[in-house]
């Protein structure tokens, strides 16, 4: 019996066609607000309307972890007063733009934290904010869960 080939696939950019780049292109310039039509962000790039409309929905660009836009940070750090407000002057200071805090009920006098946050507008590396996040006082350890 012969499997059927797989439904999705992740392709260098370069190796595909340059209509499906362009189409990626043109969605990533509606999404953040660079072009508020269809027809404008199509002629932004060089294709037609239609090519834009054949191709829209199936064509989605790939983050990894490193890279990507949205991060999930476990932090597990001591429950005593301003050890989280400094945590959260890192992620401040670095960039990253928090957009949940979930905190656990403190237990034997350590708080789990977990943040997530976009960071495509990070000033420094990733692991940067990891080490910074490590050496805040209080914090026991600062890791990415998900990402």
């Known amino acids: 019996m012969v499997s059927q080939p797989a439904?999705?696939?992740i392709v260098e950019a370069s190796a595909m066609p340059e209509i499906i780049r362009k189409v990626a292109w043109a969605k990533q310039l509606l999404e953040l607000g660079e072009e508020s039509t269809v027809n404008a962000a199509a002629k932004a790039v060089g294709i037609s309307r239609s090519a834009f409309y054949k191709y829209k929905d199936a064509v989605r660009p790939f983050n990894d972890m490193l890279h990507g836009r949205i991060v999930t940070?476990?932090?597990?750090m001591r429950d005593e007063p301003g050890v989280l407000s400094g945590v959260l002057n890192v992620f401040a200071g670095t960039g990253a733009?928090?957009?949940?805090?979930?905190?656990?009920i403190p237990v034997n006098g350590l708080a789990v934290v977990t943040?997530?946050?976009?960071?495509?507008?990070l000033l420094q590396p990733l692991d940067e904010l990891l080490s910074q996040g490590n050496r805040t006082t209080g914090?026991?350890?600062?890791?990415?869960?998900?990402g």
């Open 7 to 9: 439904k999705y696939f």
């Open 73 to 76: 940070v476990q932090v597990m």
């Open 97 to 104: 733009n928090i957009l949940t805090i979930n905190q656990n």
């Open 115 to 121: 943040i997530t946050a976009e960071t495509s507008g």
């Open 139 to 146: 914090v026991i350890k600062c890791e990415i869960l998900a």
